[in-house]
């Protein structure tokens, strides 16, 4: 019967290795650099944001998510009362005001002026 069947497919399959320790290196080389490439540094900005908005307070001037520049004129758990121009006054959710602006920003785009 030889004569149909070459004698290579007729042997039996190698005995295959066990992936050991050397086999999982390369997996968790991957997830530590995902790890301090995107999930650390991501964490560290929410955390800087989540303090900024803790430190805010009346009189401090901010940009929205939005880009709207504003002074802060009232606050309470979950909205912002923002100064926008002469007694105008728009709320927005705490967690949109994106960042604070140094002192003066406001009064210095406010006295532009208009062509």
């Keep these: 019967m030889s004569f149909f069947i070459s004698d290579a497919l ?5 005995a295959s290795q066990q992936p050991g320790l050397e086999g ?4 968790l080389g991957v997830l530590v650099f995902f790890y301090f490439l995107f ?21 401090i001037e ?6 709207i520049l504003g002074k802060v004129a009232d606050m309470d758990d979950n909205f912002v009362k923002l100064e926008v121009g002469d007694d105008t006054f728009i709320q927005v959710q705490r967690h949109a005001i994106a960042n604070l602006m ?8 406010a006295k532009k002026p208009k062509i």
């Design 10 to 14: 007729a042997q039996a399959a190698p």
């Design 24 to 27: 999982l290196i390369f997996p």
């Design 39 to 59: 999930l650390r540094p991501q964490s560290k900005r929410t955390k800087e944001h989540k303090e900024m908005i803790a430190s805010l307070s009346k009189g």
């Design 62 to 67: 901010v940009v929205t998510n939005g880009g």
């Design 102 to 109: 140094p002192k003066g920003t406001y009064k210095a785009v």
